[in-house]
């Protein structure tokens, strides 16, 4: 099994073809384990190797809030688009994952179709307590998506 984080490469092709709204379209988050098979060829959510249900995790895992796009132009011919949520808390939850996949819940044309694979570097537990993902700054260098 291999975790190599990721913009999949089916989500590519549909933000082109306009099958993504990540402000108004329910955007998830699903935790796995180190055993998941999960990277750029990551087409859709799937429950394989997911971790188990816990405290307020369940199957599916949770919606991510608050999206919010951004755009810098460095100069006349370079600029970067980029998307941040709210980080996302599962409390009372015993979990141990090694990575996440962003999906599309709200996608019609591609069902739960995956937009991104998050590797942790290692497997990252809580027990009986609050599994958080943490989302980094909002910008051009740190967001957790960008496109360039």
């Known amino acids: 099994m291999a975790i190599n ?7 590519k092709e549909q933000v082109l073809l306009g099958e993504h709204d990540l402000v108004d379209n329910t955007i998830n988050l699903a935790l796995f384990t180190s ?3 999960l ?8 429950a394989t ?21 951004g755009l810098t132009k460095t100069n006349a ?6 998307v941040d949520f709210a980080n996302l808390s599962f409390t009372s939850a015993t979990i141990s994952a090694q990575a996440a996949v962003i999906y599309n819940a709200s996608n019609s044309s591609n069902v739960n ?21 943490a989302f980094p700054t909002n910008d051009a260098t740190s967001a ?3 496109l360039s």
Do not use: M
């Open 5 to 11: 984080q990721a913009v999949c490469a089916t989500f």
């Open 35 to 37: 055993s998941a098979t």
């Open 39 to 46: 990277n750029a060829n990551t087409t859709a959510y799937s």
């Open 49 to 69: 190797n997911e971790v188990g249900n816990s405290g307020t995790y369940a199957a599916g895992g949770g919606t991510l809030a608050s999206a919010t796009v």
């Open 77 to 82: 011919t370079a600029s970067t688009a980029f």
């Open 113 to 133: 179709a995956a937009i991104a694979v998050l590797d942790f570097g290692g497997v990252k537990t809580s027990t009986n307590g609050t599994f958080t993902i």
């Open 144 to 146: 957790i998506l960008r």
